[in-house]
């Protein structure tokens, strides 16, 4: 019954994908392009911004390049830096404030998936009266939003391109998504010279979550052949550049390849969803403080191994667009082919094969909440449930 259930709920998906009008921002790219963000600003009209940013990247000036071309142009800009790593609904009240108080008619997020996804939240709260716990969920919002442009400085959540924002509600202990077309940039610049100084660790695990979203994306049941163009592109692009950005973070090719797949991962994933990589993924992050890119590199390819009766054929294609091995070989070669490249990447980028914090008491629990996450909500190849979670988390835990 359950089963029916959620595959009724992912045809539905299916046809909603299919014609609800999910925007994409305009895309600015290349070394340097962060100085034609006044440009862009105004040819909307727009001349006075609140700069949404965090505390760190305030600090290691990595946002300076963008202040001064503000100030070259001509536009007046308050920063707002004051958000917390998982941002919070308090986080956004703040910055509305700011907003409110210095007469801003756009919004400019800069940084990784935090600051970006509490700028959208913002921008949302600046024409909806209601407040953001009521933001929760699916379409949610009635008043469009001031202009918002993203100027990301990792390569993985591709939050610049999707319809998503995740806030944390610290009252409730809760960590919720909201959903909505308005929230969508308006535009992006995805310069690589902002990220020719991040750590390898952090490329790496950033990285590895853009590979998830794209290939979640595509052995999923409602991806469009739009969604599954940039998706074999997010892969092909993540195979041949992550490793040499990790390895040499001032290779300004690999990197601005690695903010196109990011790129290309976001806007797929945000019209045919993620699955269960990022059911675990979030499970673990919430009782453990996982990294959310880290807990997707290393649980990827356990679900690939669990789901790969399902959509062979389709992770065959992925296995040839990641160079991995050639259009002839038997579609289980292929396979097994992408699940082994996936575990090499991770090896040769220092990430671990299991998640040794997981605790055998917390097992049946976490497999619960991983089942309630994921079905019917991700429209998986696969249907698994809680005791095939029970025994992926023992094999995570390294038994
Ligand atoms: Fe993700």
Request: aromatic letters at 6%.
């Amino acid at each position: 019954m359950k089963k029916i259930y959620a595959r009724t709920r992912h045809f539905i998906f299916k046809l909603l994908s299919r014609v609800l009008p999910i925007p994409e921002p305009e895309v600015v790219s290349g070394p340097g392009s962060t100085a034609r963000c006044p440009e862009i600003l105004k040819a909307d009209g727009i001349n006075n911004v609140l700069v949404v940013t965090d505390q760190d990247i305030a600090k290691i000036g990595l946002i300076d390049s963008l202040l001064e071309s503000l100030q070259k142009g001509g536009i007046t800009y308050t920063v707002f830096s004051n958000i917390q790593p998982n941002p919070t609904i308090q986080n956004v009240e703040e910055g509305l404030k700011v907003y409110i108080e210095n007469h801003c008619r756009g919004v400019v997020a800069f940084g990784g998936g935090s600051p970006i996804d509490c700028a959208k939240i913002i921008a949302a709260r600046t024409t909806n009266k209601k407040p953001v716990k009521k933001m929760k969920g699916l379409f949610k919002l009635w008043r469009r939003v001031p202009f918002l442009l993203a100027i990301p400085t990792t390569a993985g959540t591709g939050t610049e391109a999707t319809i998503v924002a995740v806030i944390t509600d610290p009252e409730e202990h809760e960590k919720f998504a909201i959903n909505d077309m308005k929230i969508c940039p308006k535009a992006c610049i995805l310069d690589p010279e902002l990220l020719l100084g991040l750590p390898p660790h952090l490329t790496s695990t950033t990285g590895m979550d853009a590979l998830t979203h794209a290939i979640e994306a595509y052995i999923g049941l409602i991806g469009t052949p739009k969604t599954n163009k940039w998706a074999v592109e997010a892969v092909k692009l993540t195979f041949q550049n992550l490793e040499h950005s990790y390895r040499d973070g001032t290779d300004m090719k690999a990197r601005e390849a690695m903010l196109l797949a990011s790129h290309y991962g976001g806007k797929a994933f945000t019209r045919a969803y993620v699955g269960y990589v990022h059911a675990v993924a979030h499970n673990l992050g919430g009782v453990y403080g996982l990294p959310h890119g880290l807990a997707n590199a290393i649980v990827l390819p356990y679900i690939l191994e669990l789901s790969k009766d399902a959509c062979a054929d389709k992770m065959a294609d992925l296995a040839v667009a990641a160079g991995l091995g050639d259009a002839s070989e038997e579609k289980q070669v292929l396979t097994d082919k992408l699940i082994n490249g996936i575990r090499d990447l991770n090896r040769n980028m220092d990430i671990p094969s299991t998640v040794k914090e997981i605790k055998e008491e917390d097992i049946p629990t976490l497999a619960k909440r991983i089942e309630e996450e994921g079905n019917p909500a991700y429209p998986v190849p696969k249907l698994l449930w809680a005791k095939d979670f029970e025994k992926l988390l023992y094999k995570l835990k390294g038994k």
